[in-house]
């Protein structure tokens, strides 16, 4: 576990002593393409350890800890589940467009563009013993605390959302995007 530690710390000094690194968080985004499964996204992120006491994420669990290849995997199948949500969103996108053609409306209030994400990770063993990742998602933070403990808001648009993915089953369930009617 330190050596991760220390690969991670690494990779993430090496990231950013790099002038080229071009990361925006207001990227835009065009008519709507797929997320590459070759490509993965590097955005900041910790890993959080689960407390029993915040019930409401995951029941009758046991916290795990995560290792780069099941990060990569949380990621792919994030991927996915966004990859599935957003045509839906590009169509409410075009018709708010259509039928209010005096507003300015931005595609990025409907798409989810995961390169503008942070994440939160906290990994568990369910009760059938899998191996379950709590993805928790935003592009707007005041501070660092993010970091050290759950964050959570009051609405904020798909500026926040979160997931839940089954590693176990390579499968992604729950989706909750604030303020998503």
């Given at each position: 576990?330190?050596?991760f ?7 993430f ?9 071009t990361k925006?968080?207001s990227?835009?985004i065009p008519e709507?393409?797929?997320l590459?499964?070759d490509?993965?996204v ?6 959080l350890?689960?407390n029993?006491t915040v019930y409401?994420?995951?029941k ?12 990569k995997?949380t990621?792919?199948l994030?991927?996915k589940?966004i ?6 969103q590009?169509?409410?996108?075009k018709k708010?467009?259509?039928?209010n ?5 931005s595609?990025?209030?409907?798409i989810i563009?995961l390169?503008?994400y942070?994440?939160q ?8 013993d899998e191996?379950?990742v ?5 592009c ?5 605390k993010?970091?050290?403990e759950?964050?959570q ?12 993915i ?7 369930y729950n989706?909750m ?5």
């Open positions: 576990m330190k050596n530690t220390l690969g991670i710390l690494g990779l000094c090496l990231m950013s002593c790099n002038p080229n690194n925006s968080k990227s835009t709507l393409e797929p590459r499964s490509i993965v590097t955005p900041e992120y910790a890993i350890k689960f029993s409401w994420l995951f009758n669990a046991k916290p795990a800890s995560l290792n780069a290849s099941e990060i995997e990621e792919l994030l991927s589940c990859n599935a949500y957003n045509p839906k590009l169509k409410r996108f708010a467009n259509k039928e053609p005096g507003y300015k409306i595609k990025n209030h409907y563009d390169v503008r942070d994440r990770f906290i990994a568990v063993i369910n009760k059938k191996k379950e709590w993805v928790n998602c935003f707007i933070t005041s501070s660092n993010w970091k050290k759950v964050f808001v009051n609405d904020g648009e798909n500026c926040f959302f979160n997931v839940k089954n590693l176990t089953k390579k499968t992604y989706l995007v604030n303020g998503d009617a």
